[in-house]
């Protein structure tokens, strides 16, 4: 998915990576260069839609404007990366 908005400089990626842990839930989360955070979830499906619905608000301090997600099968990843 690609979060769109203030969300960079906000702890975001640092938010995603703890209710990753919290959730169950592998995956990564990255800055991009357009001022955008792009985040892939793994996981039960439940917990991924969590996720998802965390990042149409994201934490204290940021401005979502827009969110594209964008489905895929699974990879099989483990742990939750942020760069």
Known sequence: ???????QGVFFRASLERLSRERD???????LDDGSVEAVFEG?????EGMISFCADGPAGA?????????EEPEGLQGFATG
């Open 1 to 7: 998915m690609v979060v769109r908005g203030r969300v």
């Open 25 to 31: 839930v592998a995956g990564s989360a990255r800055n």
């Open 44 to 48: 039960p499906r439940q917990a991924v």
């Open 63 to 71: 401005q979502v404007s827009q969110v594209d997600v964008i489905g």
